[in-house]
């Protein structure tokens, strides 16, 4: 397997020719060959890890990516496109560099910690060309049917039709990925809005809104308070004239910009945090998290607090929407009772008048393309660990990325193509369909206990309990009382730093050489883009606090060894 790149600055890279996609039929590369072909639906961050996972294990992948170019989600687009998802011009993800990153491929150090867009678009293109992936992918394809074979109970493989320039090409597979998220489908509860049909101004969803210049000098009403709502309800106040948030039930509101001026997730997701939460009830670490977020600004008196603790939620992370509540360019309201020709009433019977709503209601998921294979109900669908129909006769077939972490999507999904290319080689079982379909309503049940009920509250994971659980399917946990006793500078920050995806390149299928100097230069590139005044720069210190290394000797093999000892 391909080494990952040196630790430091990388050359921007210029997007690749169209002219890389490959014309329909079979991939001349796979012509003769004997290894199992995998079909893989989307050229996004899954498919891209998808694709590379396939070559790993000696498969044949072909990726059908139905636009001109890769990125998925993230590559901006004026327009809206159909059947995929849409963001805006300014849009910069939640997630920091260090938690998002490809377990082998470390995002280079002058890249900023939380990115823009484009710089994610950067990275995406350098990954790609790094391991050589563009060409196996065949753009301007759609996947239009995916169907059992007739003898699929004996092989397990699929017939996948496709179009491209309006011809129609069948290839038989002995595997499909699904890669096509679950941002693709808008959903625009209008039903839920009483008068919404006689409202004279315009409405649209968050999926196909673009720039705050559209609505210079409007009153705007932005529903719905997860990521999407906060960022718009900011950006459109940089140019309305009044904006409104409405929210049913308010949220909690985290920062990227943790203590030390940190990003919050390297903060937040280490293994001893997940090991305390396992000692704590659920209740004494709502308080204390509350307690925290309520010292940065009180969500009573801003008129956000909800009723559900902060765990029965999924996160809104924003920066500045404390700042843009308190100069009143956005005034938080409960939610819209009914609206009028010109206005919005609410619950509380206020009214405003208004020009324009913006809903930031979240998305659903389908997969029309699937035959009878699955069904989706609610953005609900029973799938073994997030990924695997459990009813089928061959598990050939596995979803990737169909999953709403509290974390990183990206080393998610390419956790999910290791473990998925191993089953459909055959190197690896999953449990009998009875057992699957156990694991599923337990799981289902267990979120239901946990969360308030929401339609994207179907596929929330934990980001180290689910990765470790993949990670234990694949053979590359790690080994953590094994690290203490050979290497325990490295254990260290492997218990105490950020749970970055390095950790599970260490050992196992996929072992990478780089893995342990990633793990220990991660402050570095941290830091380094923030480095940006001629100065004399501090000694590097690790992201582990001193006190834990005055204790290390006394209580860390206490502490690992129950570690280990907990199910993942």
Same mark, same amino acid.
């Given at each position: 397997?391909?080494?990952?790149?040196?630790?430091?600055?990388?050359?921007?890279?210029?997007?690749?020719?169209?002219?890389?996609?490959?014309?329909?039929?079979?991939?001349?590369?796979?012509?003769?060959?004997?290894?199992?072909?995998?079909?893989?639906?989307?050229?996004?961050?899954?498919?891209?890890?998808?694709?590379?996972?396939?070559?790993?294990?000696?498969?044949?992948?072909?990726?059908?990516?139905?636009?001109?170019?890769?990125?998925?989600?993230?590559?901006?687009?004026?327009?809206?496109?159909?059947?995929?998802?849409?963001?805006?011009?300014?849009?910069?993800?939640?997630?920091?560099?260090?938690?998002?990153?490809?377990?082998?491929?470390?995002?280079?150090?002058?890249?900023?910690?939380?990115?823009?867009?484009?710089?994610?678009?950067?990275?995406?293109?350098?990954?790609?060309?790094?391991?050589?992936?563009?060409?196996?992918?065949?753009?301007?394809?759609?996947?239009?049917?995916?169907?059992?074979?007739?003898?699929?109970?004996?092989?397990?493989?699929?017939?996948?039709?496709?179009?491209?320039?309006?011809?129609?090409?069948?290839?038989?597979?002995?595997?499909?990925?699904?890669?096509?998220?679950?941002?693709?489908?808008?959903?625009?509860?209008?039903?839920?809005?009483?008068?919404?049909?006689?409202?004279?101004?315009?409405?649209?969803?968050?999926?196909?809104?673009?720039?705050? @210049?559209?609505?210079? *000098?409007?009153? #705007?009403?932005?529903? +719905?308070?997860?990521? =999407?709502?906060?960022? $718009?309800?900011?950006?459109?106040?940089?140019?309305?004239?009044?904006?409104?948030?409405?929210?049913?039930?308010?949220?909690?509101?985290?920062?990227?910009?943790?203590?030390?001026?940190?990003?919050?997730?390297?903060?937040?997701?280490?293994?001893?945090?997940?090991?305390?939460?396992?000692?704590?009830?659920?209740?004494?670490?709502?308080?204390?998290?509350?307690?925290?977020?309520?010292?940065?600004?009180?969500?009573?008196?801003?008129?956000?607090?909800?009723?559900?603790?902060?765990?029965?939620?999924?996160?809104?992370?924003?920066?500045?929407?404390?700042?843009?509540?308190?100069?009143?360019?956005?005034?938080?309201?409960?939610?819209?009772?009914?609206?009028?020709?010109?206005?919005?009433?609410?619950?509380?019977?206020? @009214?405003?008048?208004? *020009?324009?709503? #913006?809903?930031?209601? +979240?998305?659903?998921? =389908?997969?029309?393309? $699937?035959?009878?294979?699955?069904?989706?109900?609610?953005?609900?669908?029973?799938?073994?660990?997030?990924?695997?129909?459990?009813?089928?006769?061959?598990?050939?077939?596995?979803?990737?990325?169909?999953?709403?972490?509290?974390?990183?999507?990206?080393?998610?999904?390419?956790?999910?193509?290791?473990?998925?290319?191993?089953?459909?080689?055959?190197?690896?079982?999953?449990?009998?369909?009875?057992?699957?379909?156990?694991?599923?309503?337990?799981?289902?049940?267990?979120?239901?206990?946990?969360?308030?009920?929401?339609?994207?509250?179907?596929?929330?994971?934990?980001?180290?309990?689910?990765?470790?659980?993949?990670?234990?399917?694949?053979?590359?946990?790690?080994?953590?009382?094994?690290?203490?006793?050979?290497?325990?500078?490295?254990?260290?920050?492997?218990?105490?730093?950020?749970?970055?995806?390095?950790?599970?390149?260490?050992?196992?299928?996929?072992?990478?050489?780089?893995?342990?100097?990633?793990?220990?230069?991660?402050?570095?590139?941290?830091?380094?883009?923030?480095?940006?005044?001629?100065?004399?720069?501090?000694?590097?210190?690790?992201?582990?606090?001193?006190?834990?290394?005055?204790?290390?000797?006394?209580?860390?093999?206490?502490?690992?060894?129950?570690?280990?000892?907990?199910?993942?």
């Amino acid at each position: 397997m391909a080494a990952g790149p040196k630790f430091g600055t990388a050359a921007p890279l210029a997007p690749q020719p169209r002219s890389l996609a490959l014309s329909p039929g079979r991939d001349p590369m796979v012509e003769g060959s004997m290894a199992k072909k995998v079909a893989i639906i989307g050229g996004g961050s899954s498919g891209l890890c998808a694709i590379k996972a396939c070559l790993q294990e000696g498969l044949e992948p072909i990726c059908f990516e139905r636009t001109g170019d890769i990125g998925g989600l993230w590559r901006f687009e004026e327009r809206p496109e159909e059947g995929r998802a849409s963001i805006y011009r300014s849009v910069i993800i939640n997630t920091s560099k260090e938690m998002m990153c490809f377990s082998d491929f470390p995002i280079p150090e002058d890249f900023p910690n939380y990115m823009h867009n484009s710089k994610i678009m950067e990275y995406f293109r350098m990954y790609a060309q790094h391991f050589d992936l563009l060409r196996h992918i065949r753009f301007r394809t759609s996947v239009c049917r995916v169907s059992k074979r007739p003898d699929f109970a004996a092989t397990g493989q699929w017939d996948v039709v496709t179009e491209s320039e309006g011809k129609q090409e069948a290839a038989v597979f002995d595997g499909v990925l699904v890669c096509t998220g679950h941002h693709t489908e808008a959903h625009l509860p209008l039903s839920t809005f009483p008068g919404i049909e006689k409202f004279k101004g315009c409405y649209l969803h968050s999926r196909d809104y673009k720039d705050a @210049r559209d609505f210079t *000098d409007k009153r #705007v009403i932005v529903i +719905g308070i997860g990521n =999407s709502g906060s960022d $718009l309800a900011v950006e459109i106040s940089q140019t309305a004239k009044q904006v409104f948030l409405s929210t049913r039930r308010g949220a909690w509101i985290l920062n990227r910009v943790g203590d030390h001026g940190y990003p919050i997730d390297i903060i937040f997701t280490t293994r001893m945090k997940t090991f305390l939460k396992k000692l704590l009830s659920a209740s004494m670490v709502s308080s204390f998290m509350e307690k925290q977020l309520n010292m940065r600004f009180d969500h009573s008196h801003y008129g956000l607090k909800p009723k559900h603790r902060i765990l029965d939620q999924h996160p809104t992370i924003n920066d500045d929407l404390p700042n843009r509540i308190i100069s009143g360019r956005v005034l938080v309201k409960p939610n819209i009772q009914e609206f009028t020709e010109t206005s919005a009433i609410f619950e509380d019977g206020s @009214r405003e008048d208004i *020009d324009a709503v #913006v809903f930031a209601t +979240g998305y659903s998921f =389908s997969f029309p393309f $699937l035959e009878g294979c699955v069904k989706v109900v609610e953005n609900q669908i029973p799938l073994y660990k997030f990924m695997f129909p459990p009813h089928l006769e061959k598990p050939t077939l596995a979803f990737i990325g169909l999953i709403q972490p509290l974390g990183a999507i990206m080393p998610i999904s390419e956790l999910q193509c290791r473990w998925a290319t191993r089953v459909f080689k055959g190197l690896q079982d999953l449990p009998p369909s009875a057992d699957m379909l156990a694991d599923i309503a337990q799981t289902k049940e267990k979120m239901a206990k946990r969360y308030v009920r929401s339609r994207r509250h179907t596929i929330q994971v934990d980001y180290i309990p689910y990765m470790d659980e993949l990670a234990c399917q694949v053979g590359v946990k790690p080994n953590l009382l094994a690290l203490f006793l050979t290497d325990p500078k490295l254990a260290l920050e492997v218990v105490f730093g950020p749970c970055t995806p390095y950790q599970y390149r260490l050992r196992g299928p996929g072992k990478w050489v780089g893995a342990r100097e990633a793990i220990l230069t991660q402050q570095q590139r941290v830091v380094r883009p923030l480095q940006t005044r001629a100065r004399d720069r501090p000694a590097r210190s690790s992201t582990v606090p001193h006190i834990f290394k005055v204790f290390f000797s006394i209580g860390l093999i206490v502490a690992t060894l129950v570690y280990v000892s907990l199910p993942p």
